[in-house]
C-alpha cells in the first residue's frame, strides 16, 4: 500500500476536512475498499493500492458522482 500526503487537505476550515471525509468515502466505495486516511503534522495523509497515475486516472476517469437526488424517490 502506497501513502499519498494531501497538503491541500488539512483539518480547518471545515470545508477542508469535509474534502479529505468525502477523498477516503469514495475511495472506498468505488475503487479500494481498503483505504485509510488520517491526519499527521495538520496534512491528511491516505493509504491506498493505487500509485499516484492510479489516483489521478481514477478521478479523472473511473470516478461517477453520487446522485443528489435519486429518480424514484
Not at 477516503?24 to 485509510?36: A, F, G, S
Request: net charge negative.
Amino acid at each position: 500500500m502506497i501513502n499519498h500526503i494531501l497538503p491541500g487537505c488539512r483539518p480547518a476550515p471545515l470545508a477542508s476536512y469535509l474534502k479529505a471525509m468525502g477523498l477516503v468515502r469514495i475511495l472506498w466505495e468505488q475503487k479500494d475498499p481498503t483505504v485509510q486516511g488520517w491526519w499527521e503534522d495538520e496534512t491528511f495523509v491516505i493509504k491506498t493500492d493505487l500509485d499516484q497515475t492510479g489516483l489521478v486516472n481514477f478521478f479523472c476517469e473511473e470516478y461517477a458522482p453520487t446522485p443528489i437526488v435519486s429518480p424514484w424517490n
